[in-house]
T-cell receptor, first 115, second 112 residues
Framework: GAVVSQHPSWVICKSGTSVKIECRSL??????MFWYRQFPKQSLMLMAT?????????EQGVEKDKFLINHASLTLSTLTVTSAHPEDSSFYIC???????????FGPGTRLTVT | SQQGEEDPQALSIQEGENATMNCSYK?????LQWYRQNSGRGLVHLIL?????REKHSGRLRVTLDTSKKSSSLLITASRAADTASYFC????????????FGTGTQLKVEL
């Protein structure tokens, strides 16, 4: 149980285009979803916290107009990287929280390469 | 930054040996969690220890927590090649809501 999927698993796009990444909780309803960014051989940095039906809460230094987050249902959150640039190339990982438990369940990640 | 640190950054051991990783953090916490990440994949939750607990076991894993020193350790006993991965501690700090702050990670390599 507690499976989280991400789609796509990898994407290559041209500079200036927008890319949408989906995060789904497959067998549970996620009250909260989180979006992280990870550079090679580095730790995860939280980008934003997403609650169903409300606006996402962004971490300091994360541009909300560039990284659009939509959490339309209890099983789906999307991250759209708008006007992507090569420096946005990274590994993006989502996670979901089930109810009031503390553990987070992570998706497999999406590798974004902007050329 | 709230980010904690882990040491060692990298650890290479032989199969059957024990592996110990340490995590230090900066602020008061509600709980501390350990996660594992295989290369290029998502994270898998291993174990959670609450701030009022000092030690916890799960299979071959043993976690300790010393809130006075703001540190935790993860011990993997009788390691296997399949334990090769990166290990991260993550803290849910007091007043941080549901957010987790991840440490810098330890890359463990278990050789046959």
């Amino acid at each position: 149980g507690a499976v989280v999927s991400q789609h796509p698993s990898w994407v290559i796009c041209k500079s200036g285009t927008s890319v949408k990444i989906e995060c789904r909780s497959l067998d549970f309803q996620a009250t909260t979803m989180f979006w992280y960014r990870q550079f090679p051989k580095q730790s995860l940095m939280l980008m934003a916290t997403s609650n169903e039906g409300s606006k996402a809460t962004y971490e300091q230094g994360v541009e909300k107009d560039k990284f659009l987050i939509n959490h339309a249902s209890l099983t789906l959150s999307t991250l759209t990287v708008t006007s992507a640039h090569p420096e946005d190339s990274s590994f993006y990982i989502c996670s979901a929280r089930l109810g009031q438990i503390y553990e987070q369940y992570f998706g497999p990640g999406t590798r974004l390469t902007v050329t | 930054s709230q980010q904690g640190e882990e040491d060692p950054q990298a650890l290479s051991i032989q199969e059957g040996e024990n592996a110990t990783m340490n995590c230090s953090y900066k602020t008061s916490i509600n709980n501390l969690q350990w996660y594992r990440q295989n290369s290029g994949r998502g994270l898998v939750h291993l174990i959670l220890i609450r701030s009022n607990e000092r030690e916890k076991h799960s299979g071959r894993l043993r976690v300790t927590l010393d809130t006075s020193k703001k540190s935790s350790s993860l011990l993997i006993t009788a390691s296997r090649a399949a334990d090769t991965a990166s290990y991260f501690c993550a803290t849910a700090y007091t007043g941080g809501g549901n957010k987790l702050t991840f440490g810098t990670g330890t890359q463990l390599k278990v050789e046959l």
